[in-house]
Antibody
Framework: EVQLVESGGALIQRGGSLRLSCAIS????????MNWARQAPGKGLEWVSY????????YYADSVKGRFTISRDDARNSVYLQMNSLRDEDTAVYYC????????????WGQGTTVTVSS | DIQMTQSPSAMSASVGDRVTITCRAS??????LAWYQQKPGKVPKRLIY???SLQSGVPSRFSGSGSGTEFTLTISSLQPEDFATYYC?????????FGQGTKLEI
C-alpha cells in the first residue's frame, strides 16, 4: 500500500524555523518526484515546492522562495521541507505528494501535518 | 506564472443533477491538468489526470475534458457523497498552480 506520512508540524513563533518530514512506503521512492503543498485554515490549496527524482532539481512558490528548502534522502525514503523565517501566513496544513514522471502528475497525498505560526 | 481561474467558486445542486466545473489557464498547458476532490478535514483525492483520464477506482460519473487553456470537470449524476470542494491543478510549468476551488453544496 502506498503511504506518505508527514511529521514535524508544531506551534512555532513568528521568525522561527521548523523541519517537516515525509516518510514514504509502498513504492520505489527514487523513481518519483515529490511535492509539498499547503492549505491555510478555511482556504484553498497552494503548491509550495517540488524536488525531482535523481538530480534534485528544485522549484518553489514565490511566497516561500528564499525561506523554505526542499530536500530528499532516497536511502531513508524521505522528503523534507526546511522552513525558516516563518510568518503568520505560513500557518497551514502541509501535505507531501507523489508525482509521476511526465503528464500524469501528482496522485497520492499524505494526511498532512499542521504548522501554526504565532506571535 | 500560470493563473488558473476556476468557476464557479460555489454552487448548489441536487442529487441526480449534472454539474460542470470549469478551469481556465492563463496560457496553454497542454493536458497537464488534474482534478481533485476534497471533503472537510480530509486529504485531496485525485479524480482526473491528463485532463481526461479517470483515476482508478473513481466512479464513471466523473469525467474531464479540455486541452490548452479550457478544461471542464463534469459529474453526470450527482450522488450524496459528491458534495465536496473540487480543485484543478496545472503541472505544466513551475510554479504549479491550483484553481481557487469550487464548493459544491446541496
Amino acid at each position: 500500500e502506498v503511504q506518505l506520512v508527514e511529521s514535524g508540524g508544531a506551534l512555532i513563533q513568528r521568525g522561527g524555523s521548523l523541519r517537516l518530514s515525509c516518510a514514504i512506503s509502498g513504492f520505489t521512492f527514487s523513481d518519483y518526484a515529490m511535492n509539498w503543498a499547503r492549505q491555510a485554515p478555511g482556504k484553498g490549496l497552494e503548491w509550495v515546492s517540488y524536488i525531482s527524482r535523481r538530480y534534485n532539481i528544485v522549484y518553489y512558490a514565490d511566497s516561500v522562495k528564499g525561506r523554505f528548502t526542499i530536500s530528499r534522502d532516497d536511502a531513508r525514503n524521505s522528503v523534507y521541507l526546511q522552513m525558516n523565517s516563518l510568518r503568520d501566513e505560513d500557518t497551514a496544513v502541509y501535505y507531501c505528494a507523489r508525482e509521476w514522471p511526465g503528464p500524469d502528475g501528482v496522485d497520492v497525498w499524505g494526511q498532512g501535518t499542521t504548522v501554526t505560526v504565532s506571535s | 506564472d500560470i493563473q488558473m481561474t476556476q468557476s464557479p467558486s460555489a454552487m448548489s445542486a441536487s442529487v441526480g443533477d449534472r454539474v460542470t466545473i470549469t478551469c481556465r489557464a492563463s496560457q496553454g498547458i497542454s493536458n497537464y491538468l488534474a482534478w481533485y476532490q476534497q471533503k472537510p478535514g480530509k486529504v485531496p483525492k485525485r479524480l482526473i489526470y491528463t485532463a481526461s483520464s479517470l483515476q482508478s477506482g473513481v466512479p464513471s460519473r466523473f469525467s474531464g475534458s479540455g486541452s490548452g487553456t479550457e478544461f471542464t470537470l463534469t459529474i453526470s449524476s450527482l450522488q450524496p457523497e459528491d458534495f465536496a470542494t473540487y480543485y484543478c491543478l496545472q503541472h505544466n510549468a513551475y510554479p504549479y498552480t491550483f484553481g481557487q476551488g469550487t464548493k459544491l453544496e446541496i
